[in-house]
């Protein structure tokens, strides 16, 4: 057996260092930083290929860096995502108005939300498009060009919106080219949005580029409809039907019937089944079906989905020996460069299906549950998708998945954090983003949170202290545990970190609204529609469910803190859909249609 080389505890300490600062995306900038080496590594990789992202006139924070030292010609970080950098000072200021704006519950008409506030029509918030080309370039000059195409688009950008108001947005130019080798691929376009937020997800350039230039169709997918309300789900389709009258609206959700019974639940309960027990692929069939108008025999598709519907309710394995091969393919650079925007839909009798969106709006759970079983990893982390791929569903339709993509707007940037669309582990200042949270949601009432001060004030009754974004995090961290390392103090950073897990979980749920749905409320509770969107979150009543759920779950006894002890994990871990906690013990639904608007939970849940 050879001889092991030495290892000093100096180089494992430095390889620590580096291996943290990696994960937190940060790089050095002089030559005696502790991760050098690793600057250098990306210096080796821009070489390779062109690293369009940097404008002049910004900073950009390359986010979710991943080792590089891999021999190969994939490069893990060619399409992280890249943000502008904040200045230190406005971090700074928000960290001081944390500590000192009283919280205050904003009203309710003010979660109302129209998508012309989102994206001004006047401020030009258009999305970089692929400069024309031809069969005769070099792929050397269509890369220049691209280059240069971006470049000025994000010059007029910058020239048009001043410093600040924009929310971050990808300048990563590899992401935008992967957007545009789809939308040139397919035939019809899956754009998927989070119905907790639709409007911050639907660019109005992107649908008129779709239904306009390209002359392809759309579908919107509102995913994740289990976490809204039933008349939330409704009067979002029919407003955004209404101001896109070429959009087909389809609702979906890939865990039907699987709420969060409390707050600290890591993952839903699964009950027996896999993907293909997920609510909606029939209504996508149907849409295509529509737009192709028979030009496309998808009857292998509905049988499919029919097939996927009795063996889902089986365990194991033995749902999956009866499936159908799921054929997937990885396409070369070169062949994505150099695709022909081809004007021949559906070539060759197959229906091709481009699905993209935002980061974190579940893509990958979309196309999974549409193939019936997992084929693409899923994970809370945005950005998780990092490259082109397509699955052929059946020999007659294929799927192409995207990674996520921040389109520019003018959304607040802490409501575009509660979204997922920015890595929470990369924050530097998450405070400000729990104070816009607790504003709009029950948060007392959900969290059971003791204030910091309770009983130093001399005549101050308790329930009546003023909180603060700080000290919503430090009451989290002293019910939740969490201390700092050396002085043992409560950990307010991870608390902040936690807090907007839940949220982005859904287990605390912020639920925008359109305009007009606080006074019309009455309406879209009592809509014959309704009942349509309660049977596909799977929402019903039965019988002695919450008896069974107590003998298969853990002891009710239990303290909270116990049973759901790593319920908030503040690892990023992939594969979120992979397990499920143990069932515990779940209220009957309520029969009128009366749903809390914040959050999937009842009110006395967090006891």
């Known amino acids: 057996m050879p001889r092991k080389k030495p290892f000093s505890n100096k180089q494992k300490k430095k390889q620590l260092q580096v291996k943290r600062e990696r994960k937190r995306g940060e790089t050095g900038s002089g030559p005696n930083s502790r991760n050098a080496s690793t600057e250098r590594g990306a210096e080796r990789d821009r070489e390779r290929q062109s690293d369009t992202s940097d404008s002049e006139t910004t900073d950009i924070r390359r986010i979710n860096q991943q080792p590089s030292n891999r021999e190969g010609r994939y490069d893990p970080n060619r399409y992280r995502l890249h943000f502008e950098k904040e200045s230190r000072e406005e971090v700074e200021r928000r960290k001081k108005l944390a500590r000192e704006r009283v919280l205050e519950q904003v009203a309710e008409s003010t979660l109302e939300v129209d998508i012309n506030d989102i994206y001004p029509p006047e401020k030009g918030l258009d999305f970089p498009r692929r400069p024309s080309w031809h069969y005769g370039m ?67 350039a992107l649908y008129h580029c779709i239904t306009g230039e390209l002359k392809k169709q759309v579908i919107l997918v509102l995913n994740k409809a289990d976490l ?33 019974t409390t707050v600290l639940q890591k993952k839903r309960m699964r009950r027996k089944g896999g993907w293909g027990q997920a609510g909606g692929p029939i209504h996508i069939l149907r849409a295509c079906q529509e737009i192709t108008a028979g030009r496309v025999d998808l009857s292998s598709w509905e049988q499919k989905i029919q097939r996927d519907a ?20 990885h396409h070369s650079d070169v062949a994505l460069e ?66 996520g993509l921040v389109f520019p707007s003018r959304v607040d940037k802490q409501l575009q954090i509660l979204a997922g669309i ?5 924050l530097q200042e998450p405070y400000s983003s729990v104070g816009y949270l607790c ?45 700092t390392a050396k002085a043992a103090r409560n950990d307010v950073y991870r608390a902040a970190n936690s807090l907007l897990r839940l949220a982005i979980d859904g287990r605390l749920c912020l639920c925008l609204r359109p305009p007009g749905y606080t006074a019309q409320r009455d309406k879209w509770e009592s809509h014959p529609d309704v009942t349509e969107i309660i049977a ?31 319920a908030d994990d503040d690892e990023d871990g992939d594969d979120e859909d992979d397990g499920f906690a143990a069932p515990a013990r779940r209220e009957q639904p309520k029969a009128n249609l009366t749903v809390n608007m914040f959050s999937v939970l009842g009110e006395g849940e967090c006891d």
């Open 138 to 204: 070099l792929r050397e000059e269509l890369l220049r060009k691209e280059e240069k195409s971006f470049r000025e688009y994000l010059e007029a950008l910058h020239s048009r919106n001043p410093p600040g108001t924009l929310s971050h947005f990808e300048h990563n130019l590899e992401t935008w080219r992967q957007l545009w080798r789809v939308l040139e691929m397919s035939d019809v376009i899956l754009l998927i949005v989070d119905i907790r937020h639709p409007v911050l997800q639907f660019p109005p």
């Open 422 to 426: 920015y890595p929470v582990s990369q």
């Open 439 to 483: 504003e709009r949601t029950p948060f007392q009432n959900l969290l059971k949170l003791k204030h910091p001060s309770e009983g130093e004030v001399p005549g101050e009754a308790p329930g009546e202290e003023k909180w603060t974004a700080w000290d919503v995090c430090e009451a989290w961290a002293e019910r939740r545990g969490y201390k």
């Open 338 to 403: 150099l695709a022909s925007p081809s004007q021949e839909l559906y070539k060759d009798g197959v229906l091709t299906l481009g699905c993209i969106g935002f980061p974190n709006v579940g893509k990958s759970s979309v196309l999974n549950s549409l193939v019936g079983r997992k084929v693409v990893s899923v994970s809370r982390t945005p950005g998780h998708t990092k490259y082109f791929q397509t699955y052929y569903l059946t020999p007659t339709v294929k799927l192409c998945d995207c990674p």
């Open 228 to 260: 809204c309300p039933a008349p939330l789900v409704l009067a979002w389709r029919h407003y955004l039907s209404s101001n896109f009258p070429h959009l087909h609206c389809v609702c979906f959700t890939s865990h039907p019937g699987q709420p969060y």
């Open 310 to 329: 009795v063996d889902g309710g089986q365990e194991g394995e033995q749902a999956e020996e009866g499936a159908e091969s799921v054929l997937m393919e």
């Open 536 to 566: 596909l979150q799977g929402r019903r009543d039965e019988e002695g469910a919450g008896d069974r759920d107590e003998e298969e779950g853990e002891s009710s006894s239990e303290p909270e803190e116990e049973r759901d002890r790593d």
